[in-house]
C-alpha cells in the first residue's frame, strides 16, 4: 500500500497565473501599440509619396527654366490623385553666388508640412 502526502501540490497557485496574466497583458498592450503606430504610418505614406511627387515638379520647373531663380517665396497648389498640397518655395543666396538655395515644403491642408525638402539650384 503507498501513501500519498497531501502536503504535495499540483498546478499553479493564484498568484503565478495573476503574475502571468498581468505579464500577458503587458506584452499584448505593447503589440497594440505598435500596431497603431504602424496603422497611422501606413495611412500617411500614399500622401507623403504624391506631396514628394509635387515637390519634385515644382524643382524640376525651375531647372527646366536654365535661370538661377529669384530670392524670395513663391506659392503654388499641387493636385495630385485625390491629394491636394500648398507647396511653397523659400529661394536663398548661399555663399556661392551662382547657387541658391531653394526649402521646397508641400502643405496639407491642415497647412501642415508633410514633406520638406532642401536642394540647391543654379544657372543651366
Known amino acids: ?5 497531501l502536503k504535495k501540490q ?7 497565473i495573476l503574475v502571468a496574466l498581468a505579464i500577458i497583458a503587458v506584452a499584448l498592450g505593447g503589440g497594440l501599440r505598435a500596431l497603431g503606430q504602424l496603422t497611422q504610418s501606413a495611412e500617411r505614406l500614399p500622401q507623403a509619396v504624391t506631396a514628394q511627387a509635387c515637390i519634385d515638379n515644382a524643382l ?5 527654366t536654365g535661370k538661377r531663380p529669384a530670392a524670395g517665396e513663391q506659392r503654388s497648389t499641387c493636385t495630385q490623385g485625390r491629394h491636394t498640397f500648398a507647396v511653397v518655395l523659400h529661394v536663398m543666396p548661399t555663399p556661392n553666388p551662382a547657387l541658391m538655395r531653394i526649402e521646397a515644403r508641400a502643405l496639407n491642408a491642415d497647412g501642415h508640412a508633410t514633406v520638406q525638402i532642401v536642394s540647391l539650384a543654379g544657372d543651366g
Open 1 to 5: 500500500m503507498q501513501i500519498v502526502d
Open 10 to 16: 499540483f498546478g499553479f497557485t493564484l498568484i503565478e
Open 60 to 64: 524640376a520647373a525651375i531647372r527646366l
